[in-house]
């Protein structure tokens, strides 16, 4: 398994609490992504970075940040947590190897968040 | 944009038979590569296997192979020698090799489940 770490690896607030999911990876990747994954379902991509001070929104909106100011570092943050947030949120780093044709994301063990 | 679509939400096999899982895709693109995730229950996603679009030739690792067939824009997986370990949920995803980037467009998964 890499070395991509994410926490908490579950949480439950309440509503219109701040909170921040944790992602970090030791491989030195510049790229790194989010994802949110309802269970059960497909994974959307909302937000990557291709380094550092480099940040995107990705295909689902969503109302979280990210910030990447060193490397190995990828947090999300939610600045008002609503139970429409509750899902799964899975962070990725990947590896251009050889070239783009060898490129490999590898993912985190994910951040369960119950909003209540 | 591109779109990947798994029509077998659920699947199921005996141990040390053989099930394969069907993905297909759509994309205009020529350059891509595709690729099969394994979700576990609770544990980190994981690359099972890849297939460059420019190959003919079937990826293969070890029990686990393809069938890509680029004009059909189908990419299923076959699982030989089923083990209980091979239960989890198993998603197709897609990466333009045309735009720059490294984002990747997941299925919406098939739930395996492997009888002993």
């Known amino acids: 398994e890499a070395d991509i770490y994410q926490t908490p690896r579950y949480l439950v607030i309440g509503t219109g609490k701040k909170i921040t999911l944790e992602c970090s990876q030791t491989?030195?990747?510049?790229?790194m992504y989010w994802y949110q994954q309802d269970p059960g379902m497909e994974l959307h991509l909302i937000h990557y970075?291709?380094?550092?001070?480099?940040?995107e929104k990705g295909d689902l909106s969503s109302e979280s940040t990210v910030s990447r100011i060193r490397t190995e570092h990828f947090p999300l943050t939610l600045e008002s947590a609503r139970p429409s947030h509750t899902s799964q949120y899975l962070c990725?780093?990947?590896?251009?190897?050889?070239?783009?044709?060898?490129?490999?994301?590898?993912f985190g063990p994910g951040t369960r968040l119950l909003v209540l | 944009a591109q779109t990947v679509t798994q029509s077998q939400p659920e699947m199921s096999v005996q141990e040390a038979e053989t099930v394969t899982l069907s993905c297909t895709y759509d994309?205009?693109?020529?350059?891509?590569?595709l690729f099969w995730y394994k979700q576990p229950p609770s544990r980190q996603m994981i690359l099972v296997i890849r297939?460059?679009?420019?190959?003919?030739q079937n990826a293969t690792e070890n029990r686990f192979s393809v069938n890509f067939q680029k004009a059909a824009k189908s990419f299923s997986l076959k699982i030989s020698d089923s083990q209980l370990g091979d239960a989890a949920m198993y998603f197709c995803?897609?990466?333009?090799?045309?735009?720059?980037?490294?984002?990747?467009?997941f299925g919406e998964g098939t739930q395996l489940t492997v009888n002993p």
């Open positions: 297939q460059e679009a420019y190959k003919q």
């Open positions: 491989m030195g990747h510049d790229k």
């Open positions: 990725a780093s990947s590896d251009p190897g050889r070239g783009k044709s060898q490129e490999t994301q590898y």
């Open positions: 994309t205009s693109e020529s350059d891509y590569y």
């Open positions: 970075s291709y380094g550092v001070n480099s940040t």
């Open positions: 995803a897609y990466r333009s090799g045309v735009t720059s980037g490294s984002r990747l467009t």
